[in-house]
């Protein structure tokens, strides 16, 4: 078992400030523009009371992010912020089921996220190589589960820290962070610009609910249509399916997701 150890908490206030500013109504306080970004965020990744409750637990424990797990050769193993939170703060099987999600998955969150802004914003340095449609963007979601949105959450915690620590408080009410390399407040703005671009798509293209849409077609509608037994097979065939549907969200019609399975039957382990 690895050895807990301590962990820096120097920035952990960097931690609560994103919170913290990505909750509250910033139109008070900042330009129309950034405020819309606030609002974004806001839109997508508070829907409820619950979501805020969870992004304060995950802020709680955002100086474990780097921290390796109790016993780095098990895959299976729980990080040191799931015992954290299940030991010490004595969350609950499901809030600790999304903490565990999140640091999971949070810098895949980032990567997603860095790779669809750089195909809208390519330079002469980061020419942009890739194009995150909307399939890939659905499935990624699916992947990551009905808990996303508290993925994406770590994720802008995360760049938030990497980046700032606590300075002074700001009109007495909100904390102005500044980067260790003496960056101003506005590069934290544009962190929250990176995830209000990213987020307000997801959000345009109807995809926040994406975890849960259903195929159009099932399993034995496919195996008919293949001349074949269901299979290990079929779960592929639903994945592509799926993908045809996220291409095609106005569509309802299952003929245009049965021969996009067709058109690729050879990348299917058929019996």
């Keep these: 078992?690895?050895?807990?150890?301590?962990?820096?908490?120097?920035?952990?206030?960097?931690?609560?400030?994103c919170v913290s500013q990505c909750t509250c109504d910033q139109t008070d306080f900042v330009s129309?523009?950034?405020?819309?970004?606030?609002?974004?965020?806001?839109?997508?990744?508070?829907?409820?009371?619950?979501?805020?409750?969870?992004?304060?637990?995950?802020?709680?424990?955002?100086?474990?992010?780097?921290?390796?797990?109790?016993?780095p050769t098990s895959k299976s193993e729980l990080s040191i912020a799931v015992v954290s939170a299940r030991t010490a703060l004595k969350l609950s099987n499901k809030v600790c089921e999304v903490i565990g999600g999140a640091f999971a998955h949070f810098r895949e969150v980032i990567s997603m996220k860095d790779t669809f802004n750089q195909q809208l914003r390519p330079t002469a340095a980061s020419p942009s190589k890739q194009v995150v449609g909307c399939d890939e963007l659905g499935m990624m979601i699916r992947l990551w589960g009905r808990n996303w949105r508290s993925y994406v959450m770590l994720a802008m915690i995360r760049e938030a820290v990497d980046h700032y620590v606590h300075r002074r408080e700001l009109s007495g009410k909100f904390a102005l962070?500044?980067?260790?390399?003496?960056?101003?407040?506005?590069?934290?703005?544009?962190?929250?610009?990176?995830y209000a671009v990213f987020l307000g798509h997801?959000?345009?293209?109807?995809?926040?609910?994406?975890?849960n849409f259903k195929p159009v077609v099932n399993g034995k509608e496919l195996a008919r249509a293949l001349g074949v037994k269901p299979g290990p097979w079929t779960g592929a065939a639903l994945n592509m399916v799926m993908e045809w549907q996220l291409?095609?969200?106005?569509?309802?019609?299952s003929s245009g997701a049965l021969e996009e399975v067709k058109s690729r039957v050879d990348e299917l382990a058929l019996p």
Excluded: C
């Design 1 to 17: 078992m690895a050895e807990v150890g301590r962990v820096d908490t120097k920035n952990w206030r960097a931690a609560y400030s």
């Design 32 to 71: 129309p523009e950034i405020a819309r970004n606030f609002a974004i965020v806001k839109s997508v990744l508070f829907i409820d009371s619950e979501d805020e409750y969870l992004s304060w637990m995950i802020s709680a424990l955002a100086p474990w992010l780097d921290h390796p797990s109790m016993d």
């Design 177 to 194: 962070i500044i980067a260790v390399d003496k960056l101003t407040i506005t590069e934290f703005y544009l962190i929250i610009e990176s």
């Design 202 to 211: 997801i959000k345009e293209q109807g995809l926040i609910e994406a975890w």
């Design 247 to 253: 291409r095609n969200p106005d569509s309802t019609d």
